[in-house]
């Protein structure tokens, strides 16, 4: 079948193709019927059925005669170090997590929050939220104390599970210390956390809260799988929004099985058994899809990586991993390429290993630049598959469907949307913009199985942000364009979301903290152009009259800031001060045109600029740091 076969398969009978996509997944109920339709715009699929994930992630492998698979490989090239858990293990040793947590009270419903590095316990963490029917909310390790507070008051966890530490190159993460402050800043108490200790770092325990992971497990009883509901959140993933409250995405259990299971053959390629690698974190949303769950679901072997593109030990080390773990896919994000690239331009890492293995290579998380795709087939000599998809989404919305057939690529396209999604540009009063014309990209209502049915506690939030700009569609965030064959381009961010090395993080959270400096009467952050990482914020700040300061002092205790309330994740390193901020008279500042001056782009004077005069400051404040040079 052709990709179209299967596209308009879709959109002539979405309900029979779930439901046909839903014969894959062991059911203890089976669903009667895909789409639940709950008014005014919101959807919900496979709500009648009854199902556990971690039974179709683990145990029904095992007892498909498959226990002695890899299920996972750590491959740690910070800590030396590799290690391969079978799906039996991984049963056993999940079974055993789940028994330990529910012995502590943890239940159906109740949520958890993990906070754990790359390694297979995170996984498992995940696994035995998911065999009791706890909602798990994972955090990623670069986000610090305050962030983690942040969540914990909105998710409201019993218990949270924590490893010692992180490692980064040449840098020992504290994440006790990190957790530890957390709760502390946090109103919501945890009833109890878990804690991997690491040998690189063990942690000092506080007595009757903190549990030791190996030791709380001594004799008890493994649990077994327990079936929910298929609209039951399977879990909460915190996004950045516009504002530096994160936003809880929730993931049904039902739609989350049967779409990630779909995407893993007709998307990536990869049938049961073979070995399929995304290079991400379990923090962010590609982790969660794919390193932890459709990997596992689909009978696949998967790669917990800790390490970075380059410097653990050098830049040949994912050629490395792909050809001794023998992966047939893989997935990263083009700044990883772009930093390989740029420590290895001729590829001679690449000819030192045999890569026969590998199908395809797909980039995710951001835009993919031509230049990078382009140097990535040379030297890999196989399909560079850009695609598109979000948080929200959970798993590819617009892409080269490689496992249904290869596309033509459209350099500077992620190609095609996906079965489920009817994507359509429109311009600011909702009308459908012909091929060619740059507008908002959205998909007509209802979204398909596995995105999300709504935000954590804030259904009006997720109504605002994404319903209700646009009746009748989902409004991506995202503006672009498709052209007379179907294809999107994706071009940029509509809010003030930015893309920093494949990292999404608000502005508006960064200019909150900043606000928050005593000398800082008012500030802004933009994402300039980075050639490595994409996006770079850069803070311009304005400070109280009578702040007699040195400049650059300021400067230094923001970015110390910025990295002590959201993290080092947020790789906030640059801010300059001036005078004033350019803004319309209304009172508006006027990012776009601050982000066009220090990427050298061409802009228009805004006609409703108050004064034009500033922006002549602000142009040589950019100057000052390296940008708006040309
Ligand atoms: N825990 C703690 N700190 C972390 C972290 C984690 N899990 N991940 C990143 N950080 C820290 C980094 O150590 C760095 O700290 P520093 O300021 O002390 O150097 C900071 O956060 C910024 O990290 P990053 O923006 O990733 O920059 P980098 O220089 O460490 O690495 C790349 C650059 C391009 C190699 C790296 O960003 C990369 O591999 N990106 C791929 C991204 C990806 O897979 N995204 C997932 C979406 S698909
Ligand atoms: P996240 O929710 O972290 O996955 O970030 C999603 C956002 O990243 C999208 O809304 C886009 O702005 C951007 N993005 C992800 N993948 C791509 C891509 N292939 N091309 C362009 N932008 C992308």
Redesign the pocket.
């Known amino acids: 079948m052709s990709y179209q076969d299967v596209y308009n398969g879709w959109k002539n009978d979405p309900e029979a193709f779930w439901m046909q996509a839903a014969d894959a997944i062991d059911w203890d109920t089976p669903p009667s019927q895909a789409l639940f339709d709950k008014g005014d715009h919101m959807y919900e699929w496979f709500s009648d059925a009854k199902v556990n994930t971690c039974w179709n992630a683990v145990d029904r492998h095992v007892e498909a005669g498959r226990g002695e698979q890899t299920a996972i490989i750590h491959d740690s090239p910070i800590t030396h170090s590799k290690r391969e858990i079978s799906y039996v293990e991984l049963r056993n040793r999940v079974a055993s997590l789940a028994g330990a947590l529910r012995a502590k009270g943890v239940e159906k419903g109740d949520r958890v929050i993990i906070y754990m ?1 790359m390694i297979p316990e995170a996984l498992e963490a995940m696994l035995a939220c998911a065999r009791l029917g706890a909602i798990h909310s994972v955090v ?3 986000f610090a104390s305050n962030e983690l507070a942040v969540r914990i008051d909105d998710a409201k966890p019993k218990a949270i599970i924590a490893a010692s530490c ?1 490692l ?1 190159p040449g ?1 020992v ?1 504290h994440y006790k210390p990190l957790l530890d402050g957390a709760i502390d800043l946090a109103t919501h108490k945890p009833d109890f956390c878990v804690i991997f200790q690491r040998e690189q770092e063990v942690a000092q325990l506080i007595e009757g809260r903190d549990f030791n992971w190996h030791g709380f497990q001594y004799g008890v009883e493994p649990a077994e799988c327990v079936p929910v509901e298929g609209n039951h959140p399977a879990y909460i993933l915190y996004t950045s929004g516009t504002t530096g409250q994160p936003k809880g995405v929730v993931r049904h259990t039902a739609g989350h099985l049967v779409a990630l299971n779909w995407t893993m053959k007709n998307v990536f390629n990869v049938d049961p058994g073979d070995v399929f690698w995304a ?3 379990v ?2 949303v ?1 982790g969660h899809s794919y390193i932890t769950y459709a990997p596992l679901i689909h009978g696949n072997t998967t790669i917990v990586f800790e390490g ?3 410097g653990t030990p050098d830049a040949g080390t994912f050629w490395r991993v792909i050809s001794e773990h023998q992966v047939k896919t893989f997935f ?2 083009p ?2 390429f ?2 390989v690239k740029r420590e290895d331009p001729q590829g001679e890492f690449v000819k030192k290993y045999d890569m026969s293995c590998m199908e395809q290579v797909f980039l ?2 951001e835009r993919a630049d031509p230049d990078t795709i382009i140097w990535a087939q040379d030297q890999l000599q196989k399909p560079i598959i850009d695609h598109w998809w979000q948080t929200e989404l959970g798993y590819p919305a617009i892409c080269n469907p490689v496992g249904i057939e290869l596309l033509p690529v459209k350099l500077g396209s992620p190609s095609l949307p996906m079965p489920g999604y009817d994507m359509k540009v429109l311009d600011e009063g909702g009308n459908e913009l012909p091929p060619g014309e740059l507008g908002a990209i959205v998909s007509k209502l209802p979204l398909p199985p596995g995105t999300l049915p709504t935000l954590w506690n804030a259904e009006d939030r997720f109504k605002k942000s994404y319903l209700t700009n646009f009746p009748g569609y989902y409004e991506t965030g995202d503006a672009g364009m498709i052209d007379e064959d179907g294809y999107v381009y994706i071009m940029a961010r509509t809010d003030d979301v930015i893309n ?4 999404r993080l608000s502005t508006g959270g960064m200019e909150e903290v900043l606000a928050g400096h005593p000398d800082v009467a008012e500030c802004a952050v933009i994402g300039v152009a980075d050639q ?2 994409g996006q770079m914020p850069v803070g311009f700040l304005c400070l109280n009259a009578g702040a007699d300061r040195d400049h650059g002092e300021v400067v230094k205790e923001v970015v110390k800031l910025v990295r002590e309330k959201i ?3 947020a ?1 906030f390193k640059l801010a300059v001060v001036v005078d004033r901020l350019p803004k319309t008279r209304s009172g508006k500042i006027l990012r776009g045109t601050m982000v066009s001056i220090a990427d050298g782009t061409e802009w228009k004077m805004p006609a409703t600029i108050d004064d034009p005069v500033i922006l002549d400051e602000i142009t040589v404040a950019l100057q000052s740091i390296g940008y708006a040079t040309s």
């Open positions: 590095p990623f390790g670069g992180g980064e840098r993460v290079a991400s974190d923090g962010w590609v970075k593109p380059v990263t994000a700044t990883a772009r930093a995710a998380g920093v090395a494949g990292h490595l990482k993290g080092p994740v790789a």
